[in-house]
């Protein structure tokens, strides 16, 4: 039973972990679930939600957001009539342009501690006075200030990794020297496993991330040619219903759901 | 009749006045039983305005940064409300915050008995 809203960051150590895929699809399948959804891509160097839910223009980014130039209703875009059932999705863009994209890469320790502030207020303005079950936070990969600062203001984190052996490395040193020090609940998402079809390779890669991560496995998500097809151009939680990735994805939103 | 108000009232003032001072020597004790426990080290550059950004969270002593994070998430609170989020005694955090003050990342204002703790992230240009 929900008792109030989470924020929910999605996030990586290195690039192409699936973060964008895991956030979007979670969302719509917490929105299938019944619940009051927001989903906020706060990957400002390389947005991407925009393209995936082919939206070219909405009366305010979230880049204005959080420069303070317009209240966070202007920035949020309802896209419920894609969800089933009774939950709602609402989703707030950064702004794909090339010239946004260089204005958020030179701000300065000043802006993002406002940035940081604006943030924190989503709590009371998203979670609290417009009731909503959930905010993800769709994040830059690595340790940048945009993805700190979503790291700082969320509940739960949810770490999308490989077994790319650099990503393990990175992936280690970021949850001992980044989100043990802000004492965040964190959750792994094993992604792109190439064999998990038995019980014994599932228990194997448990014990692989018990060991190496020592936080919870939230899910493994198999290497699906289905989701290397469709290139980024379909939610399949609300294509695909039936399809395994799907499944998985129900799978964890209860996890997460039942998270007090 | 005018010196009977005037007798009647400074009194009152003046005790109000000294427990005001003993507060603020009470905070500034605090600071200096913190400091001779973890060294100087926290204060090396106190910074009049020094932004608590993620990094500088970063970089912290774990007891700071977890008073610090605490006040960030509410906002504004006294060293009591603190106290109840981190479940460590109320002078222990009162010292803490004092500290983070001096050291520039966080604002303290008095409304009456009580001193409220807070960012000032929009104030800082």
Redesign the interface.
């Known amino acids: 039973m929900i008792v109030m809203g989470k924020i929910v960051a999605v996030h990586s150590y290195k690039g192409g972990t699936g973060k964008t895929l895991l956030s979007v699809n979670l969302a719509a399948t917490l929105a299938e679930h019944g619940r009051k959804v927001c989903l906020f891509d706060l990957d400002f160097r390389a947005p991407s939600l925009s393209t995936l839910l082919k939206i070219e223009k909405t009366e305010c980014w979230l880049n204005d957001y959080l420069n303070g130039t317009c209240e966070i209703d202007k920035a949020l875009l309802d896209l419920s009539d894609k969800v089933r059932d009774s939950g709602k999705l609402i989703v707030g863009l950064a702004n794909p342009a090339t010239e946004a994209i260089r204005d958020m890469s030179a701000k300065d320790?000043?802006w993002?501690?406002?940035a940081?502030?604006r943030l924190?207020a989503l709590?009371t303005s998203l979670l609290n006075d417009k009731g909503f079950d959930y905010l993800i936070l769709d994040t830059s990969p690595g340790l940048q200030?945009s993805s700190?600062?979503a790291i700082?203001s969320a509940d739960l984190v949810l770490v999308a990794t490989t077994f790319d052996r650099s990503d393990v490395d990175g992936t280690r040193r970021m949850l001992r020297e980044?989100y043990d020090?802000?004492?965040k609940k964190t959750e792994v998402v094993i992604n792109k496993v190439l064999d998990v079809s038995s019980k014994a390779g599932k228990e194997e890669i448990q014990s692989k991330v018990n060991d190496v991560y020592e936080v919870p496995l939230l899910g493994i998500v198999p290497c699906f040619c289905d989701i290397l097809k469709a290139r980024g151009g379909i939610i399949f939680a609300q294509e695909k219903p039936e399809h395994p990735f799907t499944r998985i994805l129900e799978e964890m939103a209860t996890k997460i759901d039942k998270m007090g | 009749m005018a010196n009977q108000e005037v007798a009647g009232r400074k009194p009152l003032q003046v005790l109000e006045k000294i427990r005001e001072n003993l507060e603020r020597l009470n905070d500034k004790m605090e600071v200096m039983i913190e400091l001779q426990k973890h060294g100087r080290k926290d204060l090396q550059q106190p910074l009049p305005d020094a932004p608590l950004d993620v990094m500088t969270l970063l970089s912290m002593p774990d007891h700071l940064r977890k008073t610090a994070m605490t006040l960030c998430r509410m906002g504004r609170a006294t060293a009591d409300e603190i106290s109840g989020q981190t479940k460590r005694a109320r002078a222990v955090e009162s010292a803490y915050l004092n500290q983070l003050v001096i050291m520039g990342h966080l604002k303290k204002e008095r409304n009456g008995r009580k001193a409220y703790f807070f960012v000032d992230r929009e104030n800082q240009r």
């Open positions: 320790r000043k993002e501690m406002r940081l502030g924190l709590r200030y700190i600062n700082v980044l020090l802000f004492e």
